[in-house]
Antibody, heavy 121, light 110 residues
Framework: QVQLVQSGAEVKKPGASVKVSCKTSGYTFTGHYMHWVRQAPGQGLEWVAWIDPSTGGSNSAPKFKGRVTMSRDTSITTAYLDLSSLTSDDTAVYYC??????????????WGQGTLVIVSS | QPLLTQPPSASGTPGQRITISCSGGTSNIGRNTVNWFQQLPGAAPKLLIY???EWPSGVPDRFSGSKSGTSASLAISGLQSEDEADYYCAAWDDHLNGLMFGGGTQVTVL
């Protein structure tokens, strides 16, 4: 069965960087884009970025450009989100989500359990 | 970051039917299909509806989706206490080149 298992919670100081991992199993890793979505405390869902595990190509939301780096290791079917220059506004739960897409639709059919990132001095 | 527009809350009594609206624009709902996600307290979001009105395996048909133009809606029939959750609409946005979410609707069963 498809599983996305994320790394554990992180506490970081302002200005630092954080790297969150998403270990996948149960499907062909390079066959589906991986997206990252975050949720600040008490707030809604916000799309952050995606990576194509096959090519390494990626894209991020405008507000994260220059601060976010997506990477993957196909040998261990794991995707990574690296966010730098952290501020308290980056405190959130970060989810990885598998994109299932065809010509007629795009959806997230599987989600990781989430990784809490706390930015505090 | 722009959002699709949802009402912040909705409520109903057990057995009732409620609907949640989702409004967007031509670059998202107007040109792409709509998804709905359910998020129970403390849990990751779960796919409820995709391709406007289709159910993933295991989702009861009490949940139904529809889309017209740049708007969509989710209906919950036979409301049950376990339906208390946050519900998010989402659609691919061609300008963003990513998935755009609604602000979420908190459903309360009275």
């Amino acid at each position: 069965q498809v599983q996305l298992v994320q790394s554990g919670a992180e506490v970081k100081k302002p200005g630092a960087s954080v790297k969150v991992s998403c270990k996948t199993s149960g499907y062909t890793f390079t066959g589906h884009y991986m997206h990252w979505v975050r949720q600040a405390p008490g707030q809604g869902l916000e799309w952050v970025a995606w990576i194509d595990p096959s090519t390494g190509g990626s894209n991020s939301a405008p507000k994260f450009k220059g601060r976010v780096t997506m990477s993957r290791d196909t040998s261990i079917t794991t995707a990574y989100l690296d966010l730098s220059s952290l501020t308290s506004d980056d405190t959130a739960v970060y989810y990885c989500a598998r994109l299932n897409s065809t010509r007629s639709y795009r959806t997230y059919d599987y989600w990781g359990q989430g990784t809490l990132v706390i930015v505090s001095s | 970051q722009p959002l699709l527009t949802q009402p912040p809350s909705a409520s109903g009594t057990p057995g009732q039917r409620i609907t949640i609206s989702c409004s967007g624009g031509t670059s998202n709902i107007g040109r792409n299909t709509v998804n709905w996600f359910q998020q129970l307290p403390g849990a990751a979001p779960k796919l409820l509806i995709y391709k406007n009105n289709e159910w993933p395996s295991g989702v009861p048909d009490r949940f139904s989706g529809s889309k017209s133009g740049t708007s969509a809606s989710l209906a919950i029939s036979g409301l049950q206490s376990e339906d208390e959750a946050d519900y998010y609409c989402a659609a691919w946005d061609d300008h963003l080149n990513g998935l755009m979410f609604g602000g979420g609707t908190q459903v309360t069963v009275l």
